[in-house]
């Protein structure tokens, strides 16, 4: 189980891939909502059956709509909903639960399924979680990705190595973004992407367009990601950087396959910083209230800014913080350039 969202399910990854290298003959299903499904499988592959490129991990997927069922828990229609992916979820006979996300709407999903045991945290994001588990186990490590490997070894009973995550490859996918770099004639570039999860987490667009104006004197171009509702932020990145960089909106799907190609990421605690750090690509993170040691870039060559103003907070505010307002172009800048020219 970890329905959502985008950083906390490429955090998951590892922990599962752990337990399919000890295990290959392991049946593994995922329950994640709709939103996400093309982290795990890309649109071209079924959501079950033997794994493939296009579904390398998991040999099932199980979909939800908790966000929407919330808003219409009382209609019929949320209700046929509910009880089709229960009776999916119940189709395999799963034996283990593991409930990665320590949320109630998580735990009431791995009791649902029916498996006779299932792992928790001793004490999940939400206390009441844990009512569900049969087993409770103590979170080990500083970043939540060996955290959650704690449950995976747990389950195999032994200390294993963390191994890399696996993300769909998706053909289609990967021959539109090299024609998109053909036609646009892109050989080398930094994904920018200026949104947030929240406000305090996000420097301001229009300096991710400073930064691209730099960074193409070193002939680097600049693609600006941005996701539903992101528009007026890239817009304004890319307004800022005076032609230097391109906004396009990706599909998680396309954004994998752009990320893969990437020199190096610059963006701040999100999702697509934590997938270009899943795929190995280097990665300047721009940290405010959240703590670097817990969500910071794992596994790839990084670099951190953040400035002793931020104070750890999540407190999901509006106004961006103040540490983060600190930070400056042209610290970005020296950190890409930095990593720009460390050995490979």
Request: proline letters at 6%.
């Amino acid at each position: 189980m970890r329905t959502s969202a985008m950083g906390d399910i490429i955090h998951a990854l590892p922990a599962v891939a752990a337990l399919r290298e000890s295990l290959p003959e392991l049946i593994i299903g995922w329950v994640v909502e709709e939103r996400w499904v093309e982290l795990l499988c890309s649109p071209s592959a079924p959501l079950a059956g033997p794994r493939c490129a296009s579904r390398p991990l998991v040999d099932r997927i199980h979909t939800v709509n908790t966000k929407g069922w919330r808003r219409a828990l009382t209609t019929p229609d949320t209700w046929r909903q509910v009880s089709g992916s229960v009776r999916d979820l119940r189709i395999p006979h799963y034996y283990i639960a593991v409930d990665f996300q320590g949320a109630f709407r998580s735990a009431l999903i791995a009791r649902l399924s029916g498996a006779e045991k299932i792992y928790g945290f001793a004490n999940p994001r939400e206390s009441i979680a844990k009512i569900a588990y049969t087993e409770r186990i103590t979170a080990n490590g500083t970043h939540v990705v060996e955290q959650n490997l704690s449950l995976s070894e747990a389950l195999l009973g032994k200390r294993v190595g963390l191994p890399g995550a696996q993300l769909p490859r998706d053909e289609a996918a990967e021959r539109e973004c090299n024609r998109y770099m053909a036609e646009h004639r892109i050989e080398k570039f930094a994904l920018l992407n200026p949104g947030a999860g929240w406000g305090a987490k996000q420097w301001p667009a229009e300096r991710y367009g400073e930064v691209a104006k730099q960074l193409s004197q070193d002939g680097l171009g600049c693609l600006i990601n941005y996701g539903p509702g992101e528009q007026r932020l890239a817009t304004a990145a890319e307004t800022s950087s005076e032609g230097h960089a391109k906004a396009i909106q990706l599909s998680l799907t396309q954004l994998i396959a752009f990320t893969r190609r990437a020199a190096l990421f610059i963006g701040g605690d999100t999702g697509p910083m934590h997938l270009a750090a899943a795929l190995k690509i280097p990665v300047v993170a721009l940290f405010g209230p959240t703590d670097p040691a817990r969500n910071g870039p794992f596994g790839t060559s990084g670099i951190v800014l953040r400035n002793q103003l931020s104070p750890t907070s999540h407190k999901r505010r509006i106004q961006p913080d103040a540490g983060l307002l600190a930070i400056t172009v042209g610290e970005v800048v020296a950190a890409a350039k930095e990593l720009l020219t460390r050995p490979s």
